[in-house]
């Protein structure tokens, strides 16, 4: 094995020992996306709700019968996100945990920027990986403001820096109460390459925000 391919599996190893335990990651996320809370609440049109039917279901494929995964990718850094259904198309940026041991939030000033969070696999990886995002500011609504519009089968597409795009099949939409949040069942490894997208979500005050998150499950279907 040369130099540089013991190199980067050093990075790798040295990579994986920061990395979070899930368990750990789980409360600390339920605690961080109460960040994503900037949004007013404000317009005349709240953002969509997912609908009860859109609830993830474990086994088979978002679309029925057999799902296929193609094959985990290895670690690649996150660079961009895109959504046709709901028309996002925005840049990540690497987010980690604050002074304060919660998840950072992208800056709400840029509504058309979400965040990767680092403490996790990244998109295409063995494992779950995790993009957050404002669903508003105090100007308008954010980059995944129509997240809860998402149905069972749209795809959510991750390109890498490695020249590959990670393809996600969504399988459930659910908004989930802050204070009631299922971190296990939300965080938890599958097994194979999983994606979820969160944002705020659920009702909402001037005094606490919104009360929820609305989470994307998704699984990896394509490399292209």
């Not at 259904?85 to 000033?109: F, K, N, S």
Request: aromatic content about 8%; overall charge negative.
């Amino acid at each position: 094995m040369s130099a540089s391919e013991l190199s980067e599996l050093a990075e790798e190893e040295e990579r994986r020992r920061r990395r979070a335990p899930w368990g750990v990651i789980a409360l600390v996320l339920l605690t961080g996306l109460a960040l994503i809370r900037n949004g007013s609440g404000e317009f005349d049109i709240g953002p969509p709700q997912p609908a009860s039917a859109a609830a993830a279901a474990d086994g088979g494929s978002a679309a029925g019968g057999l799902f296929r995964a193609p094959a985990p990718l290895p670690f690649s850094v996150a660079d961009r996100v895109r959504i046709p259904t709901i028309q996002v198309d925005a840049p990540l940026m690497p987010v980690g945990l604050d002074a304060d041991g919660w998840v950072d939030a992208p800056p709400p000033e840029d509504p058309n920027l979400a965040g990767w969070f680092t403490g996790a696999v990244a998109p295409g990886e063995k494992g779950t990986a995790v993009v957050v995002g404002h669903v508003d500011n105090l100007r308008g609504p954010a980059v995944f403001y129509g997240l809860g519009a998402l149905k069972k089968g749209n795809h959510v597409e991750v390109l890498r820096k490695d020249g590959k795009t990670a393809v996600f099949e969504i399988y459930g939409v659910e908004v989930f109460a802050k204070n009631d949040f299922p971190g296990d069942r939300v965080y938890a490894s599958k097994g194979s390459a999983e994606l979820r997208v969160i944002t705020c979500g659920g009702g909402f005050s001037k005094q606490n925000g919104y009360d929820g998150n609305v989470v994307v499950f998704a699984r990896l279907a394509e490399v292209r």
